[in-house]
C-alpha cells in the first residue's frame, strides 16, 4: 500500500509528517512510502536522505494514487475530494475550528484520524502528539521570554554586587507548562505556577517550582485536562492571581481547554501592574489568548502607568520553530498510530481497539467523532 507525505503549505508551518528514521520504520511494515520533493527541507531532511531510508521522492504527490496521507496542519478542505473513496489521513485535525474540512471529509468518503482525538491513556502514549508537541511549545516559551528580559534569569554573585534570580510565574501545568517550568528552572530563575487540577501541586514542585495554592477548589476535567471555569469563579481566580502576577518578571500562561476558546487568565489591569521591562508569554494566543490584548504572532508592547513599557509575546506557531525535534516527535507519533492499523503490509483500521475508534473523525462517510458530529448538525440547522 501507497504512504504519501506532502509538504506543508500553511505559512508558518516547518514540520514534516515523516523523517527518513520512520520512514525506514514505514517501510519495514511492509508499506512503499512516497514523500514530496523538498516536505522535509525546513526541518532538516534533504530529499536524498529519505531515498537513502527507502522512500521514493516524487514531484508533485499524487493524492489521488495514496492509500494513505499523512500530514502536520489540518488539510484544506478541497484536499479530500482529491484523494480517492476509502483512503486513509492521519494527522492534525483540529475538527472544532475546521469544519468545512470535516464536511469534506466525510462527503469524499476519506477515513481520517485526528491526533488530538488519540485517547490519553497508557497504550496511547507514544502516539500523543499534544503532548509530544506541547512540550517543544513549553520549552520555546521560556527562550522566547529570555530572549526579551532585559536581566538575567539565574543568581550571579559578583565582586560588583549580587543579581537576583528572575521571578518566572507559569499559569497551566500541563505538559507545556511542566516544561516551561523545568526549562526556566534550568536557567536558574525563581519559579512558581498555578494550576486548576489537584494533581498539578505535586508537578509543579518535583520540577522545582512552587506551587501557588488559590482558595479555590479544584477544576478537574478528566483526561488529563482541566474543566472550563464559570464567569464567577475565573473572576475570583484572576483577583487572587493578581499580585503574583504583579511581583513576577516573566509571566508564562499555557491554559487550554480543548475544543473551546483558551480561558482569559490575566487582564490588561493585571499586566499593566507588572514592573516595568517585564515579559508576558502567552502561549494561547492562537487560541483567544489567556492574556487580555495578546496577539498571535506579535510582541505588544503594554505601557505601564509609571512610563515603563512591558512585552506581551503572542505566540504563534511554537512547535514549528522548532521543527527538526518537533518532527522527530511528532512523525513518530504519526508512524505509531499507523503501525498499529497495519498488518502484514495492509493498512486495515480495527475499530474495536479504543485507540483507532477515538482516533477516528470520519470513516465511511459518517462523522465518527460525536462532539463534530453534534458542531456539524447544530451549523447545517443555522
Known amino acids: 500500500m501507497r504512504v504519501g507525505i506532502a509538504r506543508e503549505r500553511r505559512t508558518g508551518e516547518r514540520r514534516v509528517a515523516a523523517t527518513p528514521d520512520t520512514v525506514r520504520q514505514l517501510a519495514g511494515l511492509g508499506l512503499e512510502v512516497l514523500i514530496e520533493h523538498g516536505a522535509g527541507e525546513a526541518s532538516g531532511h534533504s530529499d536524498a536522505s529519505y531515498e537513502q531510508a527507502g522512500a521514493t521522492v516524487v514531484d508533485p504527490l499524487g493524492l489521488g494514487d495514496l492509500d494513505v496521507l499523512l500530514h502536520v496542519r489540518p488539510l484544506e478542505p478541497e484536499t479530500p475530494a482529491r484523494l480517492r473513496r476509502g483512503a486513509v489521513t492521519i494527522g492534525l485535525g483540529s475538527p472544532s475550528t475546521e469544519l468545512p474540512t470535516v464536511r469534506a471529509l466525510r462527503d469524499a468518503g476519506v477515513t481520517a484520524f485526528a491526533l488530538e482525538l488519540v485517547p490519553r491513556i497508557s497504550r496511547a502514549q507514544s502516539m500523543d502528539a499534544l503532548t509530544s508537541q506541547a512540550l517543544v511549545a513549553g520549552y520555546r516559551c521560556v527562550l522566547e521570554a529570555a530572549m526579551r528580559l532585559p536581566r538575567f534569569f539565574p543568581l550571579y554573585m559578583t565582586a560588583a554586587g549580587t543579581i537576583p534570580p528572575a521571578k518566572v510565574l507559569v499559569l497551566g501545568a500541563g505538559v507545556a507548562g511542566l516544561q516551561a517550568i523545568g526549562t526556566a528552572k534550568r536557567l536558574g530563575a525563581r519559579v512558581s505556577a498555578n494550576d486548576v487540577r489537584a494533581a498539578s501541586a505535586d508537578e509543579v514542585k518535583s520540577l522545582g517550582g512552587t506551587f501557588i495554592h488559590l482558595d479555590l477548589d479544584a477544576a478537574d476535567a478528566g483526561g488529563g485536562y482541566a474543566k472550563e471555569l464559570g464567569a464567577d469563579r475565573a473572576a475570583r481566580q484572576r483577583a487572587l492571581l493578581a499580585p ?139
Do not use: Q, W
Open 244 to 382: 503574583h502576577v504583579a511581583d513576577s518578571d516573566v509571566l508564562i500562561t499555557t491554559a487550554a481547554i480543548p475544543g473551546r476558546p483558551a480561558p482569559l487568565l490575566v487582564t490588561a489591569d493585571m499586566v499593566r501592574a507588572m514592573r516595568p521591562g517585564s515579559v508576558v508569554v502567552d502561549l494561547a494566543a492562537e487560541s483567544g489568548g489567556n492574556v487580555e490584548g495578546s496577539v498571535a504572532g506579535s510582541d505588544v508592547v503594554v505601557p505601564t502607568a509609571d512610563g515603563g513599557t512591558i512585552t506581551l509575546v503572542g505566540m504563534k506557531d511554537a512547535a514549528s520553530t522548532m521543527p527538526a525535534d518537533a518532527s522527530r516527535l511528532y512523525a513518530k507519533n504519526v508512524a505509531n498510530l499507523l503501525a498499529l492499523m497495519t498488518h502484514d503490509g495492509s493498512v486495515e483500521p480495527d475499530f474495536g481497539d479504543v485507540v483507532v475508534l477515538d482516533a477516528c473523525l470520519t470513516h465511511d462517510g459518517e462523522v465518527r467523532h460525536p462532539a463534530t458530529a453534534e458542531a456539524l448538525d447544530t451549523e447545517g440547522a443555522r
